[in-house]
């Protein structure tokens, strides 16, 4: 029997609206726990406004009371942890309805996968291989399935046709123009630099599209950035289990006296890899409630180890005596380094409950900065010396912007966790700080897209 709750103001009545679709958003409640859920929440404002509060008054303390969503969603795994297991199928159980259009949006998800998979085949359809012109694949590689990617995320957003093509087809066909028309060296510098940035600069492009068209909403980055981690470890995984599947076909077709490798090699494997770009982001999306937070939680295995990597380099840097002769390797490395650790920094702030005091974890990741941040003062100064002394190049000038920006991100994080630590700065600030960071990263990928090779005359 539907339980009858007393009226409530229609102010309340939108609040409550809020919280719900925030809460639908979670698949680990179904329809049924929702309305529970509400219940509760309904039957405590009611109590409290009794009491003498107000209806908005009610309603946070109301909300508060319930817990934060995380929670709840740990509580509903742990009691009903046989409808866990069943989410991860992709047919819902008897007698639950499909939410979302959930075989629809499957069906669209493998159409672009597939799309994707013949995109990359194109240019060898037409007599361009791999072998001709390997260069020309490596700058193309991310036009080949981000451009999809972001097409998903605007069909799914519901974004309009005018604002999706006004705000997105611009920078792709930029790009496909900028990495087919100038005409770089082979396997130059400046190649290897457009090769390396060009994603980059398309993946905040499809963050775009995640975010609905939404980029100043900080909540909203930060849902972008949640899901590029979740991506990530989701592609890892179904490489993994592609390259083990090809591995055991090629062995198999083998023992028949068939060589599958070259098949497998050339039509396989990379409509594989373009066709899991959709299938990984698909996954994150649908499952996202179900196995949730896996990145956050690789982060607390992660940030003690890569603490204790980071300061054994500065050690061993330092005990080297000459910065100068630091290999170039050497400082490419670091850069990927400081590059993780601005990821787990990130990762541990998204799983974080922002109101909670501060652990001895974030105390850790105040050292994981600290010693971040050391290591790339130490690494500038290398780049410094051997620009004075060789001059500037493609690679050194790229580098040495690379490391500036991370500078000033990892001091100013470093300042902002001190505050936090010392319980005068709120962790929010941290967090904002680092999505309103996302445009810089763009800002200088593009740069170094745009206009390096033509300074550095293409070479």
């Known amino acids: 029997m539907t339980a009858v709750h007393e009226p409530i103001d229609g102010d309340v009545e939108a609040q409550i609206g809020q919280w719900r679709g925030y809460v639908q958003r979670h698949a680990a409640i179904s329809g049924n726990d929702i309305e529970e859920l509400e219940g509760h929440l309904r039957d ?59 075989r629809r949006e499957l069906g669209v998800v493998l159409g672009l996968a597939v799309a994707a998979g013949l995109a990359v085949k194109l240019p060898a359809l037409v007599g361009l291989t791999l072998d001709d012109d390997p260069g020309f694949y490596a700058r193309n590689l991310s036009l080949f399935v981000l451009p999809l990617l972001a097409a998903y995320f605007a069909w799914k957003r519901a974004m309009p046709i005018r ?9 792709f066909a930029v790009a496909a123009v900028l990495a087919n028309v100038y005409p ?25 599209a995640y975010v609905g068209g939404e980029w100043r909403s900080h909540p909203r980055r930060m849902d972008f950035i949640r899901f590029t981690g979740e991506w990530a470890v989701y592609y890892i995984l179904l490489a993994l289990g592609g390259g083990l599947l090809s591995g055991l076909t090629i062995a198999g077709f083998a023992l028949l ?48 180890l890569t603490t204790l990597m980071l300061l054994a380099l500065l050690v061993a840097t330092l005990a080297g005596g000459d910065v100068v002769q630091v290999e170039r390797e050497l400082l490419i490395l670091v850069d990927l380094i400081l590059v993780l650790v601005l990821g787990l920094l990130l990762y541990a702030i998204s799983a974080r409950d922002p109101d909670a005091p501060p652990s001895g974890f974030d105390w850790l990741q105040l050292l994981l900065v600290a010693s971040a941040l050391a290591v790339d003062v130490l690494m500038l100064s290398a780049m410094a010396a051997r620009i004075a002394e060789f001059g500037f190049s493609a690679n050194k000038s790229a580098a040495l912007g690379l490391n500036l920006v991370l500078l000033v991100n990892l001091a100013w994080s470093a300042w902002l966790s001190v505050g936090f630590l010392r319980q005068r700065v709120p962790l929010r600030a941290l967090e904002r700080w680092q999505t309103g960071y996302l445009p810089v990263y763009a800002a200088w990928a593009a740069l170094v897209v745009i206009a390096f090779p033509p300074v550095f005359d293409f070479v």
Not at 163 to 171: C, K, Q, S
Not at 184 to 208: M, S
Request: glycine share 10%.
């Open 184 to 208: 770089f060296a082979t396997e130059g510098a400046t190649e290897v630099l457009t090769t390396i940035h060009l994603p980059v600069v398309l993946w905040l492009v499809v963050g775009l």
């Open 163 to 171: 604002r999706t093509t006004l705000m997105l087809a611009p920078p």
């Open 44 to 102: 405590q404002i009611g109590d409290l406004g009794r009491s003498g509060l107000s209806g908005d008054e009610a309603f946070l303390v109301s909300v508060k009371r319930l817990g934060s969503l995380d929670v709840v969603s740990r509580e509903f795994a742990r009691e009903h942890s046989d409808r866990l297991w069943k989410q991860l199928v992709l047919a819902p159980a008897s007698g639950e309805a499909t939410t979302g259009g959930t």
């Open 257 to 304: 006296g068939t060589d599958a490798a070259e098949f497998v090699g050339t039509w396989v494997l990379p409509c594989g890899a373009m066709g899991a770009v959709l299938v990984a982001a698909w996954l994150v999306e649908a499952k996202q409630a179900v196995v949730e937070n896996i990145a956050p939680v690789l982060t607390k295995v992660f940030t003690p």
